[in-house]
């Protein structure tokens, strides 16, 4: 996760996804962790322009996360640089 970290503080946000996306398949990872690292995931999404998948993953913890405001704040992050209302 510290890689990931790391890479999004140099700028790197495609390395950033990559690592995030690992950290996500593994089996070790508790389910906070996988939320954590879908988060992650989603901003670097979101920082590199790609905010159909982005809102997905945002969506995704949602989902499973109603309440979780990280989630409530990128999406609406996203949807603003979309040029949807945020409902």
């Given at each position: 996760?510290?890689?990931?970290?790391?890479?999004?503080?140099?700028?790197?946000?495609?390395?950033?996804?990559?690592?995030?996306?690992?950290?996500?398949?593994?089996?070790?990872?508790?389910?906070?962790?996988?939320?954590?690292?879908?988060?992650?995931?989603a901003e670097a999404l979101r920082r590199s322009g790609k905010n159909e998948a982005a809102l997905?993953?945002?969506?995704?913890?949602?989902?499973?996360?109603?309440?979780?405001?990280?989630?409530?704040?990128?999406?609406?992050?996203?949807?603003?640089?979309?040029?949807?209302?945020?409902?």
């Amino acid at each position: 996760e510290r890689q990931a970290k790391d890479a999004m503080e140099r700028g790197d946000i495609t390395r950033a996804g990559q690592f995030y996306e690992q950290l996500m398949g593994s089996e070790k990872a508790s389910d906070d962790d996988k939320v954590r690292y879908a988060l992650g995931l989603a901003e670097a999404l979101r920082r590199s322009g790609k905010n159909e998948a982005a809102l997905d993953a945002y969506e995704a913890v949602l989902k499973e996360r109603p309440k979780n405001l990280d989630a409530q704040e990128g999406r609406a992050l996203t949807l603003m640089a979309m040029g949807k209302a945020v409902d």
